[in-house]
């Protein structure tokens, strides 16, 4: 059920009631806010850490058993975590962001460095649950693991710094002193 915590928590918009507004007049936000969100995302991420250790640990035994289920409850984990930043996270980010052209820069290129370290993990992910190991995966797995905890912990970090400050109710935004466009192509009158 934990697993399901946050896809159970999205509730409708009631009907005639609008999803969160980026200020007065301004254009209305696709993704609802929750006030939350970060929270149970750092939450996520100390779990992920956690299973992580868990996972190292086990390629310390040599149980094989032991360190496929570490294994799947980290991908587990890892994957529920990525697609509600994927549905949730990231797209309130880019719909909040689209009128500084700055920090929407920034945010894509972070955003990029992350998705490339979520694809690396996720490969090995794939590799290693996806098929019975041969030799060849039974040497590679421990030093792939080590490389996927490294990656890991890179995203995590650069998550934590950099986007999640930046996930602000949707009226904290004025802040950015982005120009919103007008009907009438920006000019006054």
């Known amino acids: 059920m934990r697993l399901l915590r946050g896809m159970l928590e999205r509730t409708p918009v009631p009907e005639g009631q609008t999803t969160a507004s980026s200020g007065d007049g301004g254009s209305l936000f696709p993704v609802r806010y929750r006030q939350r969100l970060v929270a149970e995302l750092k ?19 040599s149980d094989e058993s032991t ?4 294994l ?4 587990d984990g890892f994957r ?5 930043k994927d549905v949730q996270f990231y797209p309130y980010l880019r719909c909040a962001l689209e009128h500084d052209t700055m920090a929407m820069v920034h945010f894509n290129e972070v955003q990029a460095d992350v998705r490339r370290h979520v694809l690396r ?3 090995i992910l ?13 040497r590679r797995f421990v030093p792939d693991v080590a490389r996927a905890a490294s990656l890991l912990g890179r995203l995590l970090r650069q998550e934590e710094s950099t986007l999640f400050p930046l996930y602000l109710p949707p009226d904290q935004y004025r802040y ?4 919103v466009p007008r009907e009438n192509g920006g000019r006054a009158g």
């Open 126 to 138: 794939v590799e290693y649950l996806g098929a019975p190991w041969d030799a060849t995966c039974r």
């Open 176 to 179: 950015l002193g982005g120009s």
């Open 43 to 61: 939450l996520d991420a100390a779990t992920a850490r956690g299973l992580m250790r868990a996972l190292l640990d086990a390629c310390r035994t």
């Open 72 to 75: 799947q409850d980290f991908a």
């Open 80 to 84: 529920r975590t990525a697609l509600i």
């Open 67 to 70: 360190q496929i289920a570490c």
């Open 121 to 123: 993990i996720e490969a």
